[in-house]
């Protein structure tokens, strides 16, 4: 290894390491960001929260003394009560609400005080509506300030309605305000544009001795009452009177009359998000639930993605300067690799052919001593000898120069055989299926099978001890060969790879993308040489 190796691994790590302190560094800037914008719109929804608290506190202080002042004087509750608001101009000082009504106590079936009631308020004959099945009833007998719209809801019995009269009903029995649920509110019937509404409701228990221009409801374990003072709310026009310009930033704004996921939907304006601000009002006996969604995407969002990028683009520029680095390092690292393994192939090819030409004279020699042994006279070993080397000459010149497209396995197996030794009819025995190897497949083929006969003729049974069995076949798209001695004289010892045994595994591993396996038992040795069939096979 190269001895600025370990320095540049040391600064690879040291890169990694900074940019993930970088990483790790923008993250948490940018979630503290988001934090923090969270924060602060929470901040906002609970000013905005607590505005609408303090508004409707306002209103139930003007109800209250309009009680106070229609408990002191019956007979103000038409004159005195203008009079009051308009001193008192609530519209002005805690805008936001209807008006300020009173909803006077009847019996069922006896309307004539409230109606007289109406007619001495408002100088004309103005009934008491609608029918109800109610033992009691309370009916709209003033509404002010007097507008057309308002003028509406006079006469209206409000406790024939169930929603005012839940309301009602826990007004009377605490003496506390109450606020009713969602309705439609009466004068909206003269309204060109419809709006939910609701009402807060203070009694007003009966005074000792009873008035008799007043009827007195009464109810069972419950102080009996002679009216209600009330407040009737617009949901639209109060969220504006009480919010005002805030309103353009809010990009969305819910108002629930309730705390639970039921509560029904009062007031919204423009559209909630998932990261709505959530705040709970108090309105009278009641706790309503406000959702606000400010919307800001890119104020909420925009420091954190910035901030993110920004240490994003930091670590990538590190990271992208290392890896210049790197390869540089790397093509030297290559460079020096590649003429490696130049030296190594060189070293290969060289005891390679080195080896080739000890085979070869080797099997010169070989071949010399088995005609000879066969021949009767020297013009009869003239001859064999002669034809052999040809066919030795031919099976090379072939293999080296490619001069065909293709070569038959079987054709190399009888060539070689041939020139070992074996007579025309044991060569005429060799069977299998006809296998075309291509030009690679071809000379590795035949260079690990002429490896084989060389040793076999060495050592083996082509030196003429022993039997030797030879045949291929297909078996799941691979070819099979298999080479099998028997009847030697001594059980090959295979523990130990010769270079020329090296040298055919790394053929049939390398350029066949084959297996090769050996086994040696009882004076016997078999090779299975296994590779794809990746040329042309019939």
Known sequence: MRPSTWADRLMGLLVRFVGLVILLATIVAAAASFVYNQSEESDQAARVAMQVNMRLRDHVAILEGVRALYQSDPSSSGPGIRAYLSSLQPQVQAPGMEGIGIAAAMSAGAPALPEAQLR?????????????????????????????????????????????????????????????????????????????????????????????????????????????????????DMMKAVIGQQINGIDGIEVYAGDGPNAPLLYRHGKVGWDAQVQKIRVADRVWTMRISYGRFFERLGRPVAILLFGLALAVLATQLHRVQQRRVGVAQALAEEQARHAADRELMIGEMAHRMKNAFARIGALARITLRESTDLRDFETKFDGRMRALSDAKQMLVTGAVDSVELGQILRRELEIAGWTTERL???????????????????????????????????????????????????????????????????????????????????????????????????????????????
């Not at 004068?187 to 544009?193: F, G, I, L, P, S």
């Not at 003729?457 to 001890?465: H, P």
């Open 428 to 538: 005429a025995l060799l069977d299998g299926p006809v296998v075309d190897l291509e030009d690679e497949s071809a000379q590795a083929i035949s260079l690990a099978i002429h490896e084989l006969v060389t040793n076999s003729i060495k050592y083996g049974a082509l030196s003429g001890r022993g039997d030797l069995a030879v045949d291929w076949r297909y078996d799941e798209g691979d070819v099979e060969l298999r080479w099998a001695e028997s009847g030697l004289a001594e059980t090959p010892h295979i523990e130990t790879e010769s270079f020329g045994t090296q040298f055919i595994r790394s053929l049939i591993e390398r350029q066949l993308k084959g297996s090769w396996q050996r086994t040696a038992v009882d004076n016997g040795l078999t090779i299975v040489i296994r590779w794809p069939d990746n040329g042309r096979t019939t």
């Open 120 to 236: 001495q308020n408002y100088g004309e004959d103005i009934k008491v509506w609608p029918a109800t099945d109610q033992k009691i009833g309370f009916a709209v007998v003033l509404v002010e300030p007097y507008t057309p719209r308002r003028h509406a809801a006079l006469g209206f019995d409000m406790y024939s309605n169930p929603t005012r009269r839940a309301a009602m009903r826990r007004a009377w029995q605490t003496g506390q305000p109450a606020v009713s649920g969602v309705v439609h509110l009466a004068q909206e019937r003269a309204a060109a544009r419809k709006q939910n509404g609701f009402l807060i409701y203070v009694p007003v228990y009966a005074r000792q001795p009873a008035s008799p221009l007043t009827t007195v409801a009464t109810r069972p374990g419950t102080r009996p009452v002679e009216a209600f003072i009330y407040a009737p709310f617009r949901s639209e």
